[in-house]
């Protein structure tokens, strides 16, 4: 049997090892994605081997048994010098006398090996086809699951990439409110949650998950104090129905009635998941609260992942909104083109034909000057003309920007050139000036706005009417004037 000395001098010695290892592995630079991926993950362990030997070490010297104790009194016996010693090495020879074939490891060689093959194999079995290696986000299931809640607002796939974080109401995420109630929706959020969590872990193993929980429970908490805020008095708060009442006794007129047990039903069945105690038509407001808080943390859960993953979301998007102009033999070599720059560069050069080398070398014969394509060469000549990227759309207020095909002119009305260059005219960059490229026109179009908002605003002494008794009706200021004349 080791001695708790040793075992703690051993794992002394680990802690500093791993150290040394990780601090290496920061000091080494990979241009390779899936190189960069491999050393993240091997970091990781590292790390995680690091905390439980650290804990190991923790508890030892808490010394809850006296064993470490005994075992330096032992050996700080004033007694006989040698007896201890003696016995010790009595012990190891034993010990090697009865297992003669056991292998003495030293632990920089036992630390240092590294199975390069084992762990390309687990990150390819960690990831699906569509995430490519952690590349890009695959969200078919949760988007599933998304078009089949009640009443949302029907989007294809690439703009459900674009929006699926967008939870904070109902106008931005296409969710009602009757819908948020329930279980389904909620069951959505927990799979979108979980999908995303698990996505970062695997892509981004070195990122810090603590940094999501202080977001999520100081956004819930900042939800929590504006709900306060919002509720003149809790007691007559129905959280349910989402209602504020002002009276008591309107409050308890609503609780007999059948929207208010619908709404309770719908509450009970959604805070059943959480844990949460089921609400009683009489008393529903707690836990229907928490019910609720729960749904929110879900959601800051999503908002904050997504900006996490903000460079695989929008690669994403640029793969699916690709793929709809690409045939399947040009999917298919997009994605040989990504396993190849996932390779080494041995393997890289072992794949590659000198003949295709001298063809990449020349140069390339583009008349044309058509746009490049994802493999380095121009697009074809029908696809250029589809999307009409021969055409030019000037806009003075970016500048007198020239922006090449009508996707990329519609697209910049919401891109910071454009942003900026109303921002100096002073004017808010809303949906009013989509298509308005000409300064006179934005600021025609804005006093026109501020007219018409001048004429529908409410008028009091013009658009109030009175009646006298006689049952005639004036404006407020005609029935001011006669009531003060004594005429009424």
């Not at 093959?117 to 949760?142: H, P, V, Y």
């Not at 329930?182 to 070195?206: D, V």
């Not at 229907?288 to 994403?316: G, M, Y």
């Not at 409410?458 to 404006?475: H, L, P, R, S």
Request: glycine fraction near 4%; aromatic fraction near 10%.
């Amino acid at each position: 049997m080791q001695s708790i000395l040793e075992t703690q001098r051993r794992a002394h010695e680990e802690v500093e090892r791993l150290g040394d290892l990780v601090a290496d592995e920061m000091a080494t630079r990979h241009k390779k994605h899936l190189g960069k991926l491999v050393q993240q993950h091997r970091i990781h362990r590292h790390l995680d081997r690091i905390q439980s030997r650290s804990a190991f070490l923790i508890d030892s010297y808490n010394d809850l048994d006296g064993s470490r104790k005994a075992e330096i009194a032992s050996i700080s016996n004033t007694g006989d010098d040698f007896a201890e010693f003696y016995d010790r090495l009595k012990s190891i020879k034993d010990h090697f006398r009865r297992n003669p074939d056991e292998k003495v490891e030293v632990l920089e060689q036992e630390l240092a090996k590294v199975d390069e093959d084992q762990e390309i194999e687990d990150i390819e079995n960690m990831f699906s086809g569509e995430e490519m290696r952690g590349r890009f986000l695959d969200l078919n299931a949760c988007f599933a699951q998304y078009i089949n809640l009640k009443n949302v607002k029907r989007i294809n796939y690439l703009a459900y990439i674009s929006e699926f974080d967008k939870l904070d109401n109902d106008n931005d995420s296409g969710i009602p409110s009757d819908t948020r109630k329930g279980a389904e929706y909620k069951k959505y959020l927990i799979a979108l949650s979980t999908y995303l969590k698990e996505f970062c872990f695997k892509a981004m193993p070195l990122y810090d998950s603590e940094d999501v929980d202080e977001f999520v429970k100081a956004k819930v908490d900042e939800w929590a104090e504006t709900l306060d805020q919002e509720m003149a008095d809790p007691d007559l708060y129905c959280a349910p129905c989402a209602k504020q009442f002002t009276k008591k006794t309107v409050f308890d007129g609503h609780l007999p009635g059948k929207k208010h047990k619908k709404a309770v039903e719908t509450f009970n069945s959604n805070g059943a998941d959480s844990g949460a105690k089921p609400a009683t038509v009489a008393n529903s407001g707690s836990s229907s609260r928490e019910a609720l808080k729960h749904v929110k943390a879900l959601e800051f859960t999503i908002v904050k992942l997504a900006q996490v993953l903000a460079t695989q979301r929008e690669e994403t998007r640029d793969l699916v909104e690709r793929k709809q102009t690409l045939s399947a033999d040009e999917i298919d070599k997009a994605k040989a083109m990504y396993d190849l720059q996932d390779l080494g560069e041995e393997e890289e050069e072992d794949f590659s034909d000198p003949e295709e080398e001298q063809e990449e070398d020349a140069e390339i014969y583009n008349p044309l000057k058509l746009p490049m394509g994802w493999d380095g060469k121009p697009i074809p000549y029908w696809l250029y003309k589809l999307h009409g990227l021969g055409v030019e759309y000037p806009c003075e207020i970016c500048g007198n920007f020239i922006y090449m095909g009508r996707k990329a002119f519609d697209r910049h009305f919401q891109e910071w050139r454009h942003a900026h260059g109303m921002r100096c005219l002073g004017i808010p960059n809303t949906k009013h000036f989509q298509e308005i490229t000409r300064i006179q026109d934005a600021y025609t179009l804005w006093e026109k706005l501020n007219s018409t908002k001048k004429a529908e605003s409410f008028k009091a002494d013009a658009m109030e009417e009175f009646e006298d008794a006689e049952g005639n009706v004036f404006n407020k200021k005609t029935f001011e004037d006669l009531r003060r004349q004594g005429l009424l």
